[in-house]
């Protein structure tokens, strides 16, 4: 991303307040030792380019989602839906990404459809890459039946930094594909459980774009085994 495209991204309504606080403590830094003061600045710098919430150019195709964040792959594997949304014991795929504290942080719908649960879970705040940090840390979870009839569910996790999840949904709200709807700070994970007629569209070490990289779509339908008759 280019300088002045960083300068003109917004920002993240909770980023303000941060934003505000840092550059505060910067002027005062500079009646302190100029260098510090030139230090808070960087620091503010920092801060505006973490809560920076770019526009994205949502994918119109047909059955497919989205992802939910910015960041890396950093598995696909079979995992049991968590028990607090009623989805069953089946383990299904679930597509797990971590966000560096470089990526953007603002979660997206991965498809359009109606919220059908939410819960929040307290935890701890094991390093987000971490595989038990799925069952382990904070998280909120979110399910949700999309337009084309598929039952999800995606969580924001908590990681070893991240002290704060926030999550704008409700059970019952209608949704659009790539909206906004929460952010994690700083560094996290979020994952996504699949419908089983769904496979993944993407694999471990790939670089994720929050509501526009598309991560699943529908699985092929199987082809019926036919035998020769036996004359």
Sequence with gaps: MKAMDVVMTPIHREGHVFVAIFFAVSVGLFFVAEPLGWAGLLL?????????????VIP???GVLVSPADGTVCAV???TPPAELDMGDDPVTRISIFLSVFNVHVNRT???????GVAYVPGKYLNAAATEASEENERQLIRMTTEDGYDIAYAQVAGLVARRILCDLEVGQDVERGARFGLIRFGSRTDIYLDKK?????AVGQTMIGGET??????????????????
């Design 44 to 56: 503010t710098a920092w801060c505006l380019y973490f809560f920076r919430d770019p526009e994205r």
């Design 60 to 62: 119109d195709e047909k």
């Design 77 to 79: 594997t079979e995992a």
């Design 110 to 116: 991965p498809a359009a459809g109606e919220i059908t």
């Design 198 to 202: 769904l496979q993944p569209a993407v």
């Design 214 to 231: 598309v991560i699943a779509r529908k699985a092929p339908a199987r082809r019926k085994s036919t035998k020769t008759a036996a004359k």
